[in-house]
């Protein structure tokens, strides 16, 4: 068969990945540069952040091989931070130690080592699908209909934007995509002149308006100025998910400032507006066998790194 998938973050990585070994020929849309999605990294001359994920874990027996695969060709690297959890005005240090992964030299590595063996079409927006004559066709943004037809189509993407591409389309994924509400994340990425007088890499804030803040320099192979992570908590960034991100930046910078007593030199905001799933669907993918549609992403397979990879991978087997 000839797949066409839709979206190049992790989900949409495994799915290919694991097609292509089935002998299918797969190509993938994805809508940014960049492959990679939510696992990202924002580049500067002067430093580097990664913004979305910040690490993930492994469970799964078919995860933990990906993530061997990954450790031999040193995609990714074992991250051993000192954490601190802040709660009830106190600061203290969680119970159980994890392997945490990141990407190196960048979260998106793990990612781009997945798709370098994939034919992949980055800056391709797909806005419409269609199904007729047992075959699919996309249009896309940036370079209108698609000359090739599709046997089968995967939509790799947030609920949200999957809803937009099933919407007038008469299939049981419709319900499954309207029934996950995903929620936005800010996300600040600050600068300083000197490291940080603070006795942690990273830590859990469980009280206020962030949940994360880490240092982005105490990871594996990153380089450039001091810089550190702030994500703010998802009922607060959903309550202000509109908020200029000029106001957002003041309120967040302040709430570093009040756990560090420091004061970035520079600093730049991002809105996810999709980040986190409220209600998980542990459906692990979604799949209309009549019209050869699927779904997969972290939304349907309890959220994170390693559920977005199981959901792509495990929607793949359905085609073997
Ligand atoms: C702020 C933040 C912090 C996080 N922290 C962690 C963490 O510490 N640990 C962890 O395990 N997980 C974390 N996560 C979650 C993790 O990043 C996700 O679970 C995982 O990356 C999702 O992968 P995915 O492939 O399902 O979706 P995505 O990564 O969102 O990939 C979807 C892709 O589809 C593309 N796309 C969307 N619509 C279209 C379209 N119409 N046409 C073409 N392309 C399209 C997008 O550009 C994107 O590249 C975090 C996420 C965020 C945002």
């Not at 370079?143 to 046997?151: K, S």
């Not at 890499?201 to 240092?215: E, M």
């Amino acid at each position: 068969m000839h797949i066409a998938i839709i979206g190049a973050g992790i989900a949409g990585l495994s799915c290919a990945q694991e097609l292509k070994l089935a002998g299918h020929r797969v190509s993938v849309f994805e809508k940014s540069r960049g492959v990679a999605g939510r696992m990202c990294t924002r580049k500067t001359a002067e430093w580097e952040c990664d913004h979305g994920a910040q690490y993930f874990t492994a469970r799964d027996p078919a995860f933990i091989a990906q993530v061997d695969r990954w450790l031999a060709e040193e995609a990714v690297a074992l991250w051993n931070p000192t954490i601190a959890i802040y709660q009830d005005k106190q600061w203290t240090k969680p119970h159980t130690e994890l392997n945490r992964y990141v990407g190196t030299p960048h979260m998106n590595s793990a990612a781009k080592s997945l798709a370098a063996s994939l034919s992949i079409h980055t800056e391709h927006t797909v806005e419409r699908i269609e199904f007729n004559e047992q075959r699919w066709s996309l249009s896309t943004k940036e370079h209108g209909a698609l000359a090739d037809r599709f046997d089968a189509v995967i939509l790799a993407i947030p609920a949200p934007q999957a809803q937009q591409l099933l919407q007038e389309m008469d299939t049981p994924l419709n319900v499954i995509a309207n029934s996950a509400q995903m929620l936005g994340c800010w996300t600040m990425m600050l600068n300083f002149a000197d490291k940080l007088n603070v006795s942690f890499d990273a830590a859990f804030i469980n009280q206020g308006k962030l949940s994360w803040i880490a240092n982005n320099n105490s990871k594996p192979q990153r380089s450039g100025l001091p810089t550190w992570l702030v994500h703010a908590n998802s009922a607060w960034s959903q309550e202000n998910i509109e908020l200029e991100p000029a106001e957002a930046a003041d309120v967040l910078i302040e709430a570093f400032a009040e756990l560090t007593n420091a004061r970035p030199v520079n600093h730049t905001i991002h809105r996810w507006r999709y980040a986190s799933t409220l209600n998980n669907l542990d459906l692990e993918f979604g799949m209309d066998s009549d019209k050869r549609l699927g779904l997969c992403g972290d939304w349907l397979n309890g959220g994170r790194v390693e559920g977005a990879w199981l959901s792509g991978y495990k929607l793949a087997q359905q085609f073997r």
